[in-house]
């Protein structure tokens, strides 16, 4: 009779444990049950990368809703400076979370760099206009396009690149297309609209361009590498959910996903 009873309390053990491990791991594989809603200002180049950094985070924070706008970051800026709307600013480049910075839009302390956005000439596949340098973008018969230098990031750095190399004028004469975000450009070129641009790395690994494109790089001296931040704003509705989506993006989990696309981190 002892020995059944010892049995017994033995089975009931094994069970209350084997349960608790069951609704452990269920609560893990489900997620934080907190509950938010943030608008993130994501630069257009992140239009790739973007939507699975949304998609893993919600597997942490599944009741967390994160609503995305892809734009120049110029355009972004402008979202902050006249509508005060956003929780979440991403833009291409340093200068515009700067910008961000010393207008009050950003709170200074969750302003964080996450990974470079390099410069690189794109052209169309096999390099008709024979295009292997910086210096080419300014040809006879060369159609190039750029962002503009006030609105996207790439159109910013394009231009610093332009005049750091003494070709602005020159390659201007050349330029037949500005855009208003770095996706653009690459459907230009892809389209046989124009015979060059420059865009970001990563985004040459993109399905769009693939088979349809050649990849100058830029030497380091000639080139202006760019650091993408990202901060929480001033006005932001939700700073809890807005500060664990700002951490999951800047850590190591977030940032495999990053250099899954194609991001120097």
Known sequence: MEKNKIAIICIAAIVTIAIGAYLSGTMDSVGSDEEGTIDVLFAAGFSKVGPELISEFNKKYPNIKVNPKYGGSGELFATLE???????????????????????????????????????????KGNPKNITSLKDLAKDGVKVGIGEKNGPAIGKVTAIILEKNNLSSAVEKNVVVTTTTVNQLLTYL?????????????????????????????????????????????????????????????????????EKWGFEI
Do not use: C, H, R
């Not at 480049?93 to 709170?107: F, Q, R």
């Not at 000639?222 to 664990?244: C, L, R, W, Y």
């Open 82 to 124: 006249t509508q005060k709307k956003g929780d979440v600013f991403l833009p291409a480049d340093y200068k515009y979370m700067e910008d961000a910075m010393n207008n009050n839009y950003i709170a200074n302390d969750t302003v964080k760099n996450i990974t470079k956005n390099v410069p690189v000439i794109i052209v169309e």
């Open 190 to 258: 892809i389209t046989g609209q124009i015979d060059a641009t420059i865009i970001w790395e990563d985004m040459t690994s993109w399905q769009e361009g693939e088979g349809k494109i050649e990849v100058i790089e830029i030497p380091a001296d000639e080139n202006e590498v760019s650091t993408v931040p990202v901060g929480i704003t001033t006005f932001a509705k939700d700073k809890d959910a807005s500060q664990k989506f700002q951490e999951f993006i800047t850590s190591d989990e977030g940032k495999a996903v990053w």
